[in-house]
């Protein structure tokens, strides 16, 4: 799939490769998951064949992942108006099962579309900093673009000039248009993702905290990728933080391990949002207000893409929203802030 998009924070999306699985409580609702079943039952001959399963008459993801055909892959190039672009709204582009050959693709129409900014989201937050540890450290994008660049002759016909090919490979890392997030629903997976975030080169680094199962502090995560005394640190201002205790899965000593990899490493945007659909889980108004407040703190743009189809207020259900919650005039209005962050 790809075209224009109702996600509020970009204007399209592209799905370069589609299919996934399901890597903690965030996805269980995956609205994605019914979708691609849906694909798959008006064609079954469609690349989203064979990518989920009915389970007690749900959609679920069976772990098979598949690239699109090559209009699809590569469509931005025939883009010509600039637009934001989210990656993959149909899977995870850094899911364990693509090949590092299928990502060096995707970037490689990405270095070749600079008129766009384009919005990668993972859950595989460690993957992602691994593919990009293995490009090597001559800060070149032209490694994994150029790995790709002898085949691509017959895909790109007459969209993509010589010149151009030598300029995309000539480009600096981090891609200059190109965004990196993780989503995460609590803490838990702020704590475990967030880190590798930080340590994975991009123009803006972003969260996206949808849907929101419980209360994230921004302000104390624990870095060790970096050594920051205790090792919790503020990741909106890239200073040290200071909530006590260690998880029981990382020693101190790892925690605190000086590996240098960024310096003052901080998040550009943080987007919110509650659950929506068939089975949507409550999201406290309360969690979403105090990340709206840490981000004001901080200055870091934060952007509340919806309060979901199941608000509460101070623990307590019943806040009145029709629908999916997405009408913006039943919202609180201390959350209705829609920002975007400062592109380089």
């Given at each position: 799939?790809?075209?224009t998009?109702?996600?509020?924070?970009?204007?399209?999306?592209?799905?370069p490769v589609?299919?996934?699985?399901?890597?903690?409580?965030?996805?269980?609702?995956?609205?994605?998951?019914?979708?691609a079943?849906?694909?798959e039952?008006?064609d079954s001959?469609?690349?989203?064949a064979?990518?989920?399963k009915?389970?007690?008459?749900?959609?679920?993801w069976?772990g098979?992942?598949?690239l699109a055909p090559?209009?699809?892959?590569t469509?931005p190039?025939?883009?010509?108006k600039?637009?934001?672009i989210?990656?993959?709204?149909m899977?995870?582009l850094?899911h364990?099962?693509?090949p590092d050959?299928?990502?060096?693709?995707?970037?490689?129409v990405?270095?070749?579309?600079?008129?766009?900014?384009?919005?990668?989201?993972t859950?595989?937050?460690?993957r992602?900093?691994?593919?990009?540890?293995?490009?090597?450290?001559d800060d070149?994008a032209?490694?994994?673009i150029?790995?790709?660049?002898?085949?691509t002759?017959?895909?790109?016909?007459d969209?993509?000039?010589?010149?151009?090919?030598e300029a995309a490979?000539?480009l600096?890392m981090?891609?200059?248009n190109?965004w990196?997030g993780?989503?995460?629903?609590?803490q838990q997976e702020?704590?475990?993702?967030i880190?590798?975030?930080l340590a994975?080169?991009?123009a803006?680094?972003f969260v996206s905290?949808?849907?929101?199962?419980g209360?994230i502090?921004?302000?104390?995560?624990p870095?060790?990728?970096?050594?920051?005394?205790?090792?919790?640190?503020d990741?909106?201002?890239?200073?040290?933080?200071?909530?006590?205790?260690?998880p029981s899965?990382y020693?101190?000593t790892?925690?605190?391990s000086?590996v240098e990899?960024v310096?003052?490493?901080h998040?550009?945007?943080?987007?919110?949002?509650g659950?929506?659909?068939?089975?949507?889980?409550?999201?406290?108004?309360?969690w979403a207000r105090?990340?709206v407040a840490q981000?004001r703190?901080?200055?870091?743009?934060c952007?509340v893409?919806?309060?979901?189809a199941k608000?509460?207020?101070?623990?307590?259900?019943?806040?009145?929203?029709?629908?999916?919650?997405?009408?913006?005039?039943?919202w609180?209005?201390?959350?209705r802030?829609?920002?975007?962050?400062?592109a380089?």
């Amino acid at each position: 799939m790809a075209g224009t998009s109702n996600i509020e924070w970009t204007d399209a999306t592209w799905n370069p490769v589609v299919g996934c699985s399901i890597v903690s409580p965030g996805c269980t609702n995956c609205y994605a998951m019914r979708m691609a079943a849906r694909i798959e039952a008006m064609d079954s001959s469609s690349h989203y064949a064979g990518t989920t399963k009915k389970v007690n008459g749900n959609a679920v993801w069976t772990g098979k992942v598949a690239l699109a055909p090559d209009h699809i892959l590569t469509a931005p190039l025939r883009w010509k108006k600039p637009r934001k672009i989210f990656v993959n709204s149909m899977g995870d582009l850094f899911h364990e099962s693509i090949p590092d050959e299928w990502i060096d693709r995707v970037f490689a129409v990405m270095a070749l579309c600079l008129q766009h900014t384009f919005q990668v989201l993972t859950k595989r937050a460690e993957r992602m900093r691994e593919y990009f540890v293995k490009l090597g450290n001559d800060d070149k994008a032209c490694e994994g673009i150029g790995r790709w660049h002898g085949e691509t002759a017959p895909i790109f016909g007459d969209l993509v000039s010589d010149d151009e090919w030598e300029a995309a490979l000539s480009l600096d890392m981090p891609l200059e248009n190109v965004w990196l997030g993780v989503s995460a629903e609590r803490q838990q997976e702020a704590d475990e993702r967030i880190p590798h975030l930080l340590a994975t080169p991009a123009a803006v680094r972003f969260v996206s905290l949808e849907p929101l199962l419980g209360p994230i502090d921004l302000r104390n995560i624990p870095l060790r990728w970096m050594h920051f005394g205790r090792g919790m640190v503020d990741v909106l201002e890239g200073k040290e933080g200071a909530r006590e205790g260690y998880p029981s899965d990382y020693s101190k000593t790892e925690w605190c391990s000086a590996v240098e990899v960024v310096s003052a490493p901080h998040l550009n945007w943080v987007i919110v949002g509650g659950e929506s659909g068939p089975g949507a889980r409550p999201m406290d108004l309360d969690w979403a207000r105090n990340l709206v407040a840490q981000c004001r703190n901080a200055g870091i743009a934060c952007f509340v893409k919806q309060i979901g189809a199941k608000p509460m207020l101070h623990g307590f259900k019943g806040f009145p929203v029709t629908g999916k919650g997405i009408d913006w005039s039943e919202w609180p209005e201390d959350l209705r802030m829609r920002e975007m962050p400062n592109a380089p």
